[in-house]
C-alpha cells in the first residue's frame, strides 16, 4: 500500500473508533465506490462522513465540494468532512477538524434545537473569515471548551459575499454532540 493510503486509512479508522465510541456501534470504513463514492464511513444512518489526512495541506472548498456530492450520492441528511490536522494524532481525534457547508450546519443546529425543544448546545459562531488553515486552527484552538459549542465560519478566497460557499469548522467532538442533539445516533448515557 503507498504511503498516503496508509495515512488516509489510519485517519478512517481513528474516526470509526470515534464515531464507534461515541454512539454510531455500527460505524466501519466504507469500501471504494468509485465515481459514486458515499463517503468513507458506512453505519452512520442520515450521515456521510469524508475523512482527510491533511499533512499535505488543506484544500478545503474542494473537500467541502467533495463531501456534498458523496452526500447527494448516497441520499443522507448531512454530509461532515473531518480533517486529520498536522499536529494531532489518533488519540486527539475529538479535536480533528469537522467542516460543513454553512447552509447545512445551520439547519443541523435548528433541528438539534427543534429536537430538544430549545435545549441543544448553544453554538458560538466566530467569524467569518477568509479561509487558511492557520485561521481555522488558531480560532479554534482558543475557543473555550465548556458547555458552548465554538464554531469558525469562513469563506474562500474572493467568496466573503457568496454566502453559499461559507463553511463552517468545529472540532469532532462538538459536531458529534451536535448531532446528537439532533436525533442522531446514541448518546452516551452520563453517570452510567
Known amino acids: 500500500m503507498n504511503r498516503p493510503r496508509v495515512k488516509g486509512t489510519m485517519a478512517e479508522s ?4 470515534y464515531l464507534r465510541g461515541n454512539g454510531w456501534l455500527y460505524a466501519e470504513r466504507r469500501a471504494l465506490q468509485g465515481s459514486l463514492d458515499k463517503g468513507d464511513v458506512t453505519g452512520t444512518p442520515g450521515l456521510v462522513w469524508e475523512v482527510k489526512y491533511a499533512n499535505g495541506g488543506i484544500r478545503m472548498a474542494a473537500w467541502v465540494a467533495e463531501t456534498e456530492v458523496e452526500r447527494l450520492n448516497a441520499g443522507a441528511d448531512y454530509g461532515l468532512l473531518v480533517v486529520k490536522p498536522a499536529a494531532l494524532g489518533a488519540k486527539q481525534t475529538e479535536r480533528w477538524y469537522t467542516v460543513m457547508n454553512a447552509q447545512s ?3 443541523l443546529q435548528q433541528q438539534a434545537i427543534q429536537e430538544t425543544r430549545g435545549y441543544a448546545p448553544a453554538v458560538v459562531m466566530l467569524g467569518p473569515y477568509p479561509y487558511s488553515a492557520p ?5 479554534l484552538f482558543r475557543a473555550q471548551v465548556g458547555p458552548d459549542l465554538s464554531a469558525v465560519r469562513m469563506y ?5 459575499e457568496q454566502m453559499s460557499g461559507h463553511y463552517v469548522a468545529v472540532y469532532l467532538r462538538d459536531a458529534v454532540r451536535l448531532l446528537h442533539a439532533a436525533g442522531y445516533g446514541t448518546p452516551p448515557i452520563l453517570g452510567g
Open 105 to 107: 450546519f445551520e439547519r
Open 14 to 17: 481513528a474516526v470509526v473508533a
Open 135 to 139: 485561521t481555522m486552527l488558531t480560532r
Open 156 to 160: 474562500p478566497p474572493g467568496g466573503k
